[in-house]
């Protein structure tokens, strides 16, 4: 099979683990440059290169912490010097914003500090990377925003991060209407319950397991290659004409 992003470059956030980690995979896969980016798991992101370049293909690793919004100008410089010195350009072609912190806590333990805190990385974060991104972002190109179910269906259990994927569902909207005139296409990708280290406490409990899987027509869990395949369809030339959606990944998530 050809490789369908041959010669295209990807920057992932939060490609350390879990669902970035597959993105980054995955992207790398089809044969684009990948840059993740990781904040406290250095070991997992050099893990993650040695898997993709002992696959044969090409990535590289940056540090991020955005959490802090000063972060993303250094992160973009570095981008660049690496970009001009593999390819002899910084052009960007994908851009994958999937770096997420666990949003739990209820309604009533919420305080301003974890509001803040929940919202810097999943909603700040994004506008800005996106917006430092756009100088480097090539005409034709992709942004894909990793959000959740919960964006659209809120749970109680998450009321802070639920309000911030809203916002990321929001935001493809209005960024899809900002960036079509260049070709870029801007959709979101919303996963149901995915296996990965953000609910690993939920799947200790077998109860709750059972409860989700019930309530999932495919009757399981998602496997973090479940997601990536979906941005590799919204990262590649057969998804052109698909802009502005929000493409939920859930297996059919409490239909
Ligand atoms: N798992 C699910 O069921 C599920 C469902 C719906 C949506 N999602 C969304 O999918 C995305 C990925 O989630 P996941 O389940 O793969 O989570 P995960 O396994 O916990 O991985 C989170 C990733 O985000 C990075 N990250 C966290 N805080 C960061 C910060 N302050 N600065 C930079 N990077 C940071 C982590 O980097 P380090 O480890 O290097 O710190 C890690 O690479 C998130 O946006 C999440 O909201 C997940």
Same mark, same amino acid.
């Given at each position: 099979?050809?490789?369908?992003?041959?010669?295209?470059?990807?920057?992932?956030?939060?490609?350390?683990?879990?669902?970035?980690?597959?993105?980054?995979?995955?992207?790398?896969?089809?044969?684009?440059?990948?840059?993740?980016?990781?904040?406290?798991?250095?070991?997992?992101?050099?893990?993650?290169?040695?898997?993709?370049?002992?696959?044969?293909?090409?990535?590289?690793?940056?540090?991020?912490?955005?959490?802090?919004?000063?972060?993303?100008?250094?992160?973009?410089?570095?981008?660049?010097?690496?970009?001009?010195?593999?390819?002899?350009?910084?052009?960007?072609?994908?851009?994958?914003?999937?770096?997420?912190?666990?949003?739990?806590?209820?309604?009533?333990?919420?305080?301003?500090?974890?509001?803040? %805190?929940?919202? #810097?990385?999943? !909603?700040?974060?994004?506008?800005?990377? =996106?917006? +430092?991104?756009?100088?480097?972002? *090539?005409? $034709?190109?992709?942004?894909?925003?990793?959000?959740?179910?919960?964006?659209?269906?809120?749970?109680?259990?998450?009321?802070?991060?639920?309000?911030?994927?809203?916002?990321?569902?929001?935001?493809?909207?209005?960024?899809?209407?900002?960036?079509?005139?260049?070709?870029?296409?801007?959709?979101?990708?919303?996963?149901?319950?995915?296996?990965?280290?953000?609910?690993?406490?939920?799947?200790?409990?077998?109860?709750?397991?059972?409860?989700?899987?019930?309530?999932?027509?495919?009757?399981?869990?998602?496997?973090?290659?479940?997601?990536? %395949?979906?941005? #590799?369809?919204? !990262?590649?030339?057969?998804?052109?004409? =698909?802009? +502005?959606?929000?493409?939920?990944? *859930?297996? $059919?998530?409490?239909?």
């Amino acid at each position: 099979m050809p490789q369908s992003l041959m010669g295209k470059t990807a920057l992932v956030t939060g490609g350390s683990r879990g669902i970035g980690r597959s993105i980054a995979e995955r992207l790398a896969k089809e044969g684009a440059t990948v840059a993740l980016t990781y904040n406290a798991s250095k070991s997992g992101a050099e893990e993650v290169v040695e898997a993709i370049e002992s696959a044969d293909g090409s990535a590289f690793a940056l540090h991020s912490d955005l959490s802090d919004v000063q972060a993303i100008p250094t992160l973009f410089e570095q981008l660049d010097r690496e970009l001009i010195r593999r390819n002899g350009s910084k052009a960007l072609d994908i851009l994958v914003n999937n770096a997420g912190n666990s949003g739990w806590g209820s309604f009533r333990d919420a305080t301003p500090d974890n509001w803040d %805190a929940i919202f #810097a990385v999943h !909603a700040r974060a994004p506008f800005f990377v =996106v917006q +430092a991104a756009l100088s480097r972002l *090539s005409d $034709g190109g992709r942004i894909i925003n990793i959000t959740s179910g919960a964006g659209a269906r809120a749970m109680s259990a998450v009321p802070i991060y639920s309000m911030a994927k809203a916002s990321i569902n929001n935001l493809t909207h209005a960024l899809a209407q900002e960036l079509g005139p260049y070709g870029i296409t801007v959709n979101a990708v919303a996963p149901g319950w995915v296996r990965t280290d953000m609910n690993a406490a939920v799947r200790e409990n077998v109860d709750m397991v059972k409860m989700i899987e019930a309530d999932t027509a495919l009757g399981r869990f998602g496997e973090t290659s479940d997601i990536a %395949a979906v941005v #590799a369809y919204l !990262a590649c030339e057969e998804s052109r004409w =698909v802009t +502005a959606q929000v493409i939920e990944a *859930s297996g $059919g998530y409490k239909l």
